[in-house]
């Protein structure tokens, strides 16, 4: 089945890096993304990777597949006060059409 | 981001009520998507229509009733919900390497 986890929340000082972390069940994914959700509004999408890819960066944000172990992880460099935000993670299936299964969400909170 | 607009942003209704959400997209996508997001779940899809066609009803109880009268356009009309049925709803549209772009959502209190 499909199912995708994330850590509810994640504390960091500004200018840390941040490392959000995301673990998928199924296999046939063929796109992976993050997404990042203020308060009051709805979900940005911030960058995807397609499922042949280790790697993709695009200025401060680089992610990271691990197909092997289905992991996914974001990391933001130089963490600022306007990042603090709930960021999902969504796989796109072989075979599922347009549909996209998140993750519960985790809540960054950047600290001064 | 503008691409994709939601009205309204707040929606206060009783359980006898009928209303109904407005999606409006101007990224010429031909996909698009309503989605309810409650405190604490995974955002769970509810309908998919291409192309004005529905292409998926996530077992979504009757009292919502959909509808795509262009590719620009998406309603989800509202009648005799539940309490429980209290969320933010989404809507999104469908662009390439199927990503999906989504509106502000409509935050629904059911009374």
């Known amino acids: 089945g499909e199912d995708v986890e994330q850590s509810l929340f994640l504390s960091v000082r500004e200018g840390d890096s941040s490392v959000i972390n995301c673990t998928y069940t199924?296999?046939?994914?063929?796109?992976l993304y993050w997404y990042k959700q203020e308060p009051g509004a709805g979900l940005q999408l911030l960058t995807y990777?397609?499922?042949?890819?280790d790697m993709k960066q695009d200025q401060r944000l680089t992610v990271l597949l691990n197909k092997k172990d289905k992991h996914l992880s974001l990391r933001i460099a130089d963490t600022q006060t306007g990042d603090s935000a709930i960021y999902f993670c969504?796989?796109?299936?072989?075979?599922?059409?347009?549909?996209?299964?998140f993750g519960t969400g985790t809540q960054l909170k950047v600290e001064l | 981001e503008t691409g994709v607009t939601q009205t309204p942003r707040h929606l206060v209704m009783g359980m006898t009520n009928k209303k109904s959400l407005k999606c409006e997209q101007h990224?010429?996508?031909?996909?698009m998507y309503w989605y309810k997001q409650s405190a604490k779940k995974p955002l769970e899809l509810m309908f998919v229509?291409?192309?004005?066609?529905?292409?998926e009803n996530n077992s979504v109880p009757s009292r919502f009733s959909p509808e795509c009268p262009n590719s620009s356009h998406l309603f989800l009309h509202l009648h005799t919900l539940q309490p429980e049925d209290s969320a933010l709803y989404l809507c999104?549209?469908?662009?390439?390497?199927?990503?999906?772009?989504f509106g502000p959502g409509t935050r629904l209190t059911v009374l």
């Open positions: 999104a549209s469908g662009g390439g390497a199927d990503t999906q772009y």
């Open positions: 199924d296999s046939s994914s063929t796109y």
């Open positions: 990777i397609f499922s042949n890819m």
């Open positions: 969504a796989e796109l299936l072989t075979g599922g059409g347009n549909k996209l299964t």
């Open positions: 990224l010429g996508h031909n996909a």
């Open positions: 229509y291409n192309f004005k066609e529905q292409t």
